[in-house]
């Protein structure tokens, strides 16, 4: 945790001149800037900060809307559910915690679950299964996973091998630098420019998947 | 350790999880598995975490669309809207009563029971329906220490879990958290062997079938499980 903190200070002095502006549409793949979307949520929790909102606004909303397009095949709602996400991330900022995971993650779990709830509204099933039952706020304790440990060990067996080409794309890569190239979590997070929580919930899905795998094998 | 959860979701089942494209029943109850489940709860945030990565890092083409005035919009709707946080107004209930036993309910489903039907009886097992549209039907299901749910086969997806008690089946012994996962035409005959009685969560894509002697008989009342 004291790493990603270093993490966010680092990238988070790039954050004035990095801003976007507003109206500035002209969009390119640019790489997440670490930490500067968990400092915008702090600035609108603490000081209700427009700029900072605005500056999230314009690099999630286009996001939001891809999100929702391919969830729900229009428009018109992919439209709603981005309004709607984008009025609980103003509201709700001041309960978002970093120690628990980036900003980008806990903005994705909010327009899932909007998007969950305006499917059962418009079924007219609103005594139903709603987001909150399904979903916890991020409340389940924190836990040791040992498994992931013993995983560590089992890796270099010669079983897994096939299946590491199965992998998806995104998993296997964070693998073969961590594994085969032998780079501490950082540096792969450094080389790839990806949170360092996601280099680390990367390889505990990859671990998972080939322990999956492995069981599926003996069967 | 003989009475720690042992059947999982699958990977790709908890992936549909935490994407939200599960139906609202078979997520009810992988969610239902995760408040019973350390290390799934620690799989579900990750894939989250990878996801929302992919969700953030994707790139997007330069649209047409007038964030700025959505944005004044948002921010004037927060101006009326005082309360960010409407809090649920349902009761939440921490305790099922059924068969004469106190039963306490995991969080996913402790807003959820007090909307349920009432509790149908038969023999010592007894069903109460819980809010859920088409195609999956999700109940609670009691089974009385020593009953076996009569042996039928599903022309649907039965999933269960068991979130008190035991239950045996001929593939193997449940306990809490345990899900049990029956494709279409599998065969199996539930039981409860224990002395003390078995509160499940059942989601049903089609009414049962009976299979043997008896218990055929019980085929018109095949809704009753449904
Ligand atoms: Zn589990």
Redesign the interface.
């Known amino acids: 945790m004291l790493d990603q903190r270093r993490t966010y200070g680092h990238h988070a002095s790039q954050f004035a001149n990095n801003s976007p502006g507003?109206?500035d549409?002209?969009?390119?793949?640019s790489?997440?800037n670490l930490g500067q979307w968990e400092e915008a949520l702090g600035l609108i929790a603490i000081n209700r900060d427009?700029s900072a909102?605005?500056g999230l606004?314009?690099y999630?909303?286009?996001?939001l809307?891809?999100?929702g397009i391919k969830?729900f095949g229009n428009e018109q709602q992919a439209?709603e559910m981005?309004?709607d996400t984008?009025?609980n991330v103003?509201?709700?900022a001041a309960l978002f915690d970093p120690t628990r995971?980036?900003a980008?993650?806990w903005?994705?779990?909010i327009a899932?679950?909007v998007?969950?709830d305006m499917l059962?509204k418009k079924?007219s099933?609103k005594?139903?299964?709603?987001?909150?039952?399904?979903?916890?706020d991020?409340d389940?304790p924190e836990?040791e996973?040992l498994?992931s440990h013993s995983w560590d060990l089992y890796i270099i067996a010669e079983k897994i091998a096939p299946h590491f080409a199965a992998l998806p794309p995104?998993?296997r890569v964070v693998m073969e630098k961590v594994y085969l190239e032998e780079n501490s979590h950082q540096e792969v997070a450094e080389q790839l420019g990806?949170?360092l929580?996601?280099v680390?919930?990367?390889i505990?899905?990859a671990l998972?998947?080939l322990r999956?795998a492995v069981d599926g094998q003996q069967r | 350790m003989g009475n720690s959860v042992k059947h999982h979701p699958s990977l790709s089942l908890l992936e549909q999880f935490c994407d939200g494209s599960l139906t609202p029943e078979v997520a009810l109850l992988v969610a239902t598995h995760l408040d019973f489940c350390p290390h799934c709860q620690r799989l579900s945030k990750d894939i989250e975490a990878d996801l929302a990565c992919s969700f953030a890092a994707a790139p997007v083409a330069a649209g047409q669309d007038d964030w700025l005035s959505m944005m004044q919009q948002v921010l004037a709707e927060a101006e009326t809207t005082a309360k960010p946080v409407t809090p649920s107004t349902d009761p939440v209930v921490t305790n099922l009563e059924v068969g004469g036993h106190q039963f306490e309910l995991p969080r996913a489903l402790q807003r959820l029971s007090s909307k349920r039907s009432k509790w149908l009886t038969l023999g010592g097992i007894a069903t109460a329906r819980l809010p859920s549209g088409e195609p999956h039907h999700i109940s609670l299901l009691f089974i009385d220490k020593n009953t076996a749910v009569p042996q039928h086969t599903h022309k649907g997806l039965e999933m269960t879990l068991v979130l008190a008690g035991e239950m045996v089946d001929e593939q193997g012994r449940y306990v809490p958290g345990d899900l049990i996962i029956n494709t279409p035409d599998d065969t199996h005959t539930p039981r409860n062997v224990s002395d003390d009685p078995c509160l499940c969560l059942s989601v049903l894509s089609a009414p049962l079938q009976f299979k043997q002697g008896m218990t055929r008989l019980l085929n018109p009342l095949q809704r009753f499980f449904y």
């Open positions: 507003l109206m549409t002209t969009e390119t793949a790489p997440l427009k909102y605005a606004f314009n999630f909303a286009p996001r809307k891809a999100f969830m439209m981005v309004q984008m009025l103003w509201q709700k995971g980036c980008s993650t903005i994705y779990t899932r679950n998007r969950f059962r079924q099933r005594d139903d299964i709603s987001a909150d039952d399904l979903w916890s991020g389940y836990q996973d498994q995104a998993q990806i949170p929580g996601t680390k919930s990367r505990r899905l998972d998947r999956e």
